[in-house]
């Protein structure tokens, strides 16, 4: 069974930094394509940044150049590390695969997501 743990996400001053964990079980993160995504109150979740299995990784053009996506294989996790935070990367970050849905029950599977809050 697939269970992914999201953690990390703390109150930050603009301009600062943090990085995010997401810790898997039931997957190996280095076969899927793997997301950090976000969802801030009132809007839908998107997908800030991928990481393939061969490591080519991409980035919503919101965070490009601040965030950056990697894996570390031994400990199956993912990482997003957060530089320059702006007020409108405040979100529930969650991570996932991006083309598998998991299911439980009738809903798509979402860990708990960590929050991030950027402000002065």
């Known amino acids: 069974q697939v269970q992914l743990e999201e953690s990390g996400g703390v109150l930050v001053q603009p301009g600062g930094s943090l990085r995010l964990s997401c810790a898997a079980s039931?997957?190996?993160?280095?076969?899927?394509?793997m997301g950090w995504y976000r969802q801030a109150p009132g809007k839908q979740r998107d997908m800030v940044a991928a990481i393939a299995p061969g490591g080519s990784t991409n980035y919503a053009d919101s965070v490009k150049g601040r965030f950056t996506i990697s894996r570390d294989n031994a400990k199956n996790t993912v990482y997003l590390q957060m530089n320059r935070v702006k007020p409108e990367d405040t979100a529930v970050y969650y991570c996932n695969t991006v083309h598998t849905k998991w299911r439980r029950g009738n809903n798509d599977y979402w860990g708990q997501g960590t929050q991030v809050t950027v402000s002065s």
């Open positions: 039931g997957i190996i993160v280095s076969i899927y394509d």
